[in-house]
């Protein structure tokens, strides 16, 4: 095990490439001056965070690799499956038409490109001083490829942290579809934290789900990044089941004109789960558009926060940026906090945005029962269409089959146990 701090530096720089090293060294600076995070921070608002530093420490070596589970099982016809093991890339299969690599391999070749401000928080500053591995994607321009590159990020040794790194580099008029699955093992009381840059060059198209089914002890802190150049197109999906602490920081940012992002995305909290997202949608170029749809459910005594924020910028006259969230609170000591923002600085815009947070609803719930359904069964049925929606958008088609049992499932098994209500 290696400690955070000024010796492990030196280690893992001995034999490191020299771009790697600078970055190492500026990051660790940052993480020394950066206090941990707090709920007092607007930040971290609604969260607390109980992570101590000092008290993990990064694995010198990548634990056992988890058998593929369902979501990596419904993926038949991946052309690249990458496996990342407590930061360490373990397997790189295919891929070779896209660019698949591992992403330690970006610094024997210079600088590598990064999205992630080391500023944002101590997590993202420990990233840059000690990351470094992870997968690469740099797929060359022109290129369509419809079948999926599966990256898996897993924490499998307890009192660790890691940071790996997902390199996503969509080249001019390419068209790529990447799948990123986090797990863990249950009890495995391990962070991790991935650094996660997305660029898509002009006319690149980018679908880039994310399936989050860690352990019940594991904490995810995940800063996700994305830049978008003249008429590129991204399609971000979503769906966080899993982790004790689970946060999503996403920033988008629509440089290129006619630019467009859509971020779809699912959650479903249960037990003491915390499942948390903050994202920021920057509309620079002219003619940008954003949708941004989140839903979730929480029951027991879980929580989740959604926080968004479309900003348009001075310079981005015709955007369209439209921003829902919907939270459905299935237990009386469950919560739900949900704050959608606009910050407009153009006139010639059309945005908009909503949210709601309450249980079932009565009037549907009444409607189905008098149709002769029981109320278990409406119950059901209701949340199955809940989510409906947004499992139809996501861009991975391979995984909405997976996310409609893992969901039907889980609220099956409370309604079984009594836990609602």
């Known amino acids: 095990m290696l400690a955070l701090n000024a010796t492990t530096l030196e280690v893992l720089n001995r034999d490191a490439p020299e771009p790697l090293v600078r970055r190492r060294v500026a990051g660790f600076d940052i993480y020394q001056e950066t206090p941990p995070p707090s709920d007092t921070e607007e930040a971290w608002r609604y969260v607390e965070i109980d992570v101590d530093f000092d008290a993990l420490a990064l694995a010198e070596r990548a634990g056992d690799p988890l058998a593929p589970g369902p979501f990596v099982s419904a993926i038949t016809d991946a052309v690249g499956h990458a496996v990342v093991v407590d930061g360490h890339a373990v397997t790189v299969d295919g891929g070779e038409s896209v660019g698949l690599t591992a992403a330690a391999t970006l610094w024997l070749e210079g600088e590598a490109p990064r999205l992630v ?42 009192g660790t942290i890691s940071f790996p790194e997902v390199v996503v580099e969509v080249g001019e008029n390419a068209d790529v579809n990447v799948v990123v699955v986090y797990r863990s093992p249950n009890d495995v009381d391990a962070v991790i934290a991935p650094l996660l840059g997305l660029d898509v060059a002009p006319g690149g198209r980018l679908r880039f789900t994310t399936v989050q089914l860690l352990g019940d002890a594991t904490t995810l802190v995940a800063h996700e990044r994305a830049r978008l150049d003249r008429d590129a197109t991204l399609r971000v999906g979503e769906a966080g089941l899993g982790g004790a602490l689970a946060r999503l920081d996403l920033g988008v940012r629509l440089d290129g004109d006619g630019s467009s992002v859509e971020v779809v995305g699912l959650y479903f909290g249960e037990a003491r789960q915390v499942l948390d997202y903050r994202m920021v949608i920057d509309h620079v170029g002219r003619s940008t558009s954003s949708d941004v749809l989140l839903k979730g459910a ?11 924020l479309l ?93 409609r049992r893992e969901v039907d499932d889980r609220f099956a098994a409370a309604q079984a146990a009594g836990r609602l209500g």
Not at 298 to 306: K, T
Not at 317 to 334: D, I
């Open 117 to 158: 401000d080391p500023s944002v928080d101590k997590f993202a500053a420990a990233g840059f001083a000690f990351g470094g591995d992870g997968a690469a994607l740099r797929v060359p321009a022109g290129v369509v490829e419809p079948r999926p590159v599966v990256i898996e990020l897993q924490a499998a040794t307890g």
């Open 298 to 308: 929480v029951e027991d005594e879980a929580q989740s926060v959604f926080t968004g």
């Open 311 to 403: 900003r348009i910028a001075p310079s981005a006259a015709r955007t369209s940026a439209f921003e829902t969230n919907r939270n459905l609170v299935l237990s009386e000591g469950a919560k739900a906090h949900s704050v959608p923002n606009l910050e407009i600085l153009c006139d010639d815009v059309v945005c908009g945005h909503g949210s709601s947070v309450g249980p079932l609803d009565a009037e549907h719930l009444y409607y189905l029962m008098s149709r002769g359904l029981s109320r278990p069964r409406a119950e059901r049925l209701l949340v199955h269409g809940f989510f409906e929606e947004v499992i139809e958008r996501l861009p991975s088609k391979a995984m909405a089959e997976p996310l």
